[in-house]
């Protein structure tokens, strides 16, 4: 594929809500890690916010996202590629075309799988006190003042402006602008005590 599509496939996997790292993407998109963050850059150029899951376990995804496709599954793609061996042996004048149907058609279908990994919370099952003060101020736009334990194990006061609380791998985060980092970072729960609201 040329540098557009591999941008637009980037893209769609990305609008999965699924979080990715580079290598991931590099893998799926068959392109080198040098060009995703090449990608990423071009796409927040052309205004499509990018979030960065920073840490080991880390990587790209986007906040707002949403674009659904019609379902497709792995028994279309079987009978697609029967019809393709059919058309192969007939000498199908338009094979290349077909292929190439079949090819963008594998990648909807994989970007439809990959949305059950990693979801945003609209409706859910956590009824703690954290969870209702970070919605109310999601719904609000209020900032709140935090205490936030860091990496070394120790308690960090912060300013943040909660944008969006989501689940991945059955721990709850809250995404938020910091007024201390200047930027967009990523709170878990579970080392997050809210102070002031």
Avoid at 46 to 66: C, D, L, Q, R, W
Avoid at 106 to 123: A, C, H, P, Q, T
Avoid at 132 to 160: F, G, M, S
Wanted: aromatic fraction near 14%; glycine fraction near 4%.
């Amino acid at each position: 594929m040329g540098k557009i599509s591999n941008v637009l496939v980037m893209f769609n996997y990305l609008n999965t809500g699924n979080k990715y790292s580079v290598k991931e993407l590099s893998q799926k998109i068959g392109v080198s890690e040098r060009m995703i963050r090449y990608y990423k850059a071009e796409l927040e150029t052309a205004g499509v916010p990018i979030e960065t899951f920073m840490g080991p376990n880390g990587g790209y995804f986007m906040i707002n996202s949403g674009n659904y496709y019609n379902q497709l599954n792995k028994y279309d793609i079987d009978l697609l590629n029967n019809v393709y061996i059919e058309l192969s042996n007939n000498n199908y004048i338009y094979l290349d075309k077909f292929n190439n149907l079949i090819d963008r058609i594998k990648y909807m279908v994989d970007i439809e799988n990959e949305k059950s990994k990693y979801f945003s919370l609209k409706d859910t099952e956590n009824e703690s006190d954290i969870f209702n003060i970070l919605n109310v101020a999601i719904l609000n736009k209020t900032k709140l003042v935090i205490l936030y334990k860091n990496l070394n194990q120790e308690w960090q006061q912060r300013t943040i402006h909660p944008l969006q609380i989501f689940k991945f791998q059955n721990k709850y985060y809250v995404t938020s602008y910091c007024e201390l980092r200047n930027d967009i970072r990523h709170f878990d729960f579970e080392r997050l005590k809210i102070i002031k609201t």
